[in-house]
T-cell receptor
Framework: KQEVTQIPAALSVPEGENLVLNCSFTDSAIYNLQWFRQDPGKGLTSLLLIQSSQREQTSGRLNASLDKSSGRSTLYIAASQPGDSATYLCAGGSNYKLTFGKGTLLTVNP | NAGVMQNPRHLVRRRGQEARLRCSPMKGHSHVYWYRQLPEEGLKFMVYLQKENIIDESGMPKERFSAEFPKEGPSILRIQQVVRGDSAAYFC?????????????FGQGTRLTVV
């Protein structure tokens, strides 16, 4: 059974700092590893999708890496901004059965 | 493409009533998935449907919950005789194929409050 853990549960940083969010999963037989952003009371915004044959994906200030052998993924956010404040969710699995972590609540202070 | 559309966005029901949550997948997508996010919990898979078929309902509670995806119209998640513990955000996702590497796209969710 797949389990996804995200560390830390909460993170507070000053504006402009580079930061890393961590995600670990127990079953390396995943097809996708996906990072989402969720604002309070809102839906999910997909940030980056890494397929199992890939090692990383980049979009703007975001970079996500995947190491299936160690069961880990990281989301790197460069030059953080107050608008980046949200909960970041990691999910692993396949297109129809993603297992989600509980998220990291990020606060970027101006 | 309007994306995955869920309605209503917010739903309030009294204990014992029925809740019907609707999901219209992205155009061209015939595979729909429902997830539930309980307060302080991660999203949990509930059910996978293809047009007129339930493919995997391993995450659905055994009682009071049902889902359908008819040939025409949206997918419906139905909760009968709701209880306080059903209060949660319910998310729908869709994809164009059952290829496991295909990305599933999520809707904005329906927030159900049982009073």
């Amino acid at each position: 059974k797949q389990e996804v853990t995200q560390i830390p549960a909460a993170l507070s940083v000053p504006e402009g700092e580079n930061l890393v969010l961590n995600c670990s999963f127990t079953d390396s037989a995943i097809y996708n590893l996906q990072w989402f952003r969720q604002d309070p009371g809102k839906g999910l915004t997909s940030l980056l999708l890494i397929q199992s044959s890939q090692r990383e994906q980049t979009s703007g200030r975001l970079n996500a890496s995947l190491d299936k052998s160690s069961g880990r993924s990281t989301l790197y956010i460069a030059a953080s901004q107050p608008g980046d404040s949200a909960t970041y969710l990691c999910a692993g699995g396949s297109n129809y059965k993603l297992t989600f972590g509980k998220g990291t609540l990020l606060t970027v202070n101006p | 493409n309007a994306g995955v559309m869920q309605n209503p966005r917010h739903l309030v029901r009294r204990r014992g009533q029925e809740a019907r949550l609707r999901c219209s997948p992205m155009k061209g997508h015939s595979h729909v998935y429902w997830y539930r996010q309980l307060p302080e919990e991660g999203l949990k898979f509930m059910v996978y449907l293809q047009k007129e078929n339930i493919i995997d309902e391993s995450g659905m509670p055994k009682e009071r919950f049902s889902a359908e995806f008819p040939k025409e119209g949206p997918s419906i998640l139905r909760i009968q005789q709701v209880v306080r513990g059903d209060s949660a955000a319910y998310f729908c996702a869709s994809s164009p194929s059952r290829d496991r590497g295909t990305e599933a796209f999520f809707g904005q969710g329906t927030r159900l409050t049982v009073v």
